[in-house]
T-cell receptor
Framework: GAGVSQSPSNKVTEKGKDVELRCDPISGHTALYWYRQSLGQGLEFLIYFQGNSAPDKSGLPSDRFSAERTGGSVSTLTIQRTQQEDSAVYLC???????????????FGPGTRLTVL | AQTVTQSQPEMSVQEAETVTLSCTYDTSESDYYLFWYKQPPSRQMILVIRQEAYKQQNATENRFSVNFQKAAKSFSLKISDSQLGDAAMYFCAYRSGSGGSNYKLTFGKGTLLTVNP
């Protein structure tokens, strides 16, 4: 079946502009994550959605970052007034519903490479 | 908070040889899971191998195996009979077993593996 898809694949923007990154999770997956991968760094958690519950926004680095998930499916990560330090690969992952004691494996998309000039 | 450390930014290996990638982590939890992910230039995160903390037996997946030392909080990855296709960035990741953690992954900074023909 189809995996996690993300668009655009690459995005170049100018400092100060707003950008929107899109994630289409695997159909039926209730949980969705956004991670950021900066150059030379591992992935850092940004935000988590699970069904209709309030999202866990604890990883968002500033109030310029926000995300929403419509209808429990597609998610959009928005970065307002982009800065050069926002340049990174933004990865989305989804997984099925919580399974106590289970692997709860996350399936990753190919990411969006954001370059802020 | 949990941390994951990969002390080898880069490693190289000759084709058909064996290489070991190191990973240490810090946690006060007793229930957790550990993972190794591979990220080729396509950026797609691929799960290589995984280990439950409560299992003493080291996980094995074909040419990939781990050396899990729970007391030392060490989780190294051994790749046997290295192939050119193994060249990639490898990430070690930690996940709490607690549902309250949202099952988010904590990653190390990665090890870039080069395979020489």
């Amino acid at each position: 079946g189809a995996g996690v898809s993300q668009s655009p694949s690459n995005k170049v923007t100018e400092k100060g502009k707003d950008v929107e990154l899109r994630c289409d999770p695997i159909s039926g997956h209730t949980a969705l994550y956004w991670y950021r991968q900066s150059l030379g760094q591992g992935l850092e958690f940004l935000i988590y959605f699970q069904g209709n519950s309030a999202p866990d926004k604890s990883g968002l680095p500033s109030d310029r970052f926000s995300a929403e998930r419509t209808g429990g499916s597609v998610s959009t990560l928005t970065i307002q007034r982009t800065q050069q330090e926002d340049s990174a690969v933004y990865l989305c992952a989804s997984r099925p519903h919580d399974l106590a004691g289970g692997w709860n494996e996350q399936f990753f998309g190919p990411g969006t490479r954001l370059t802020v000039l | 908070a949990q941390t994951v450390t990969q002390s080898q930014p880069e490693m190289s290996v000759q084709e058909a040889e064996t290489v070991t990638l190191s990973c240490t982590y810090d946690t006060s939890e007793s229930d957790y899971y550990l993972f190794w992910y591979k990220q080729p230039p396509s950026r797609q995160m691929i799960l290589v191998i995984r280990q439950e903390a409560y299992k003493q037996q080291n996980a094995t997946e074909n040419r990939f195996s781990v050396n899990f030392q729970k007391a030392a909080k060490s989780f190294s990855l051994k790749i046997s009979d290295s192939q050119l296709g193994d060249a990639a960035m490898y990430f070690c990741a930690y996940r709490s077993g607690s549902g309250g953690s949202n099952y988010k992954l904590t990653f190390g900074k990665g090890t870039l593996l080069t395979v020489n023909p």
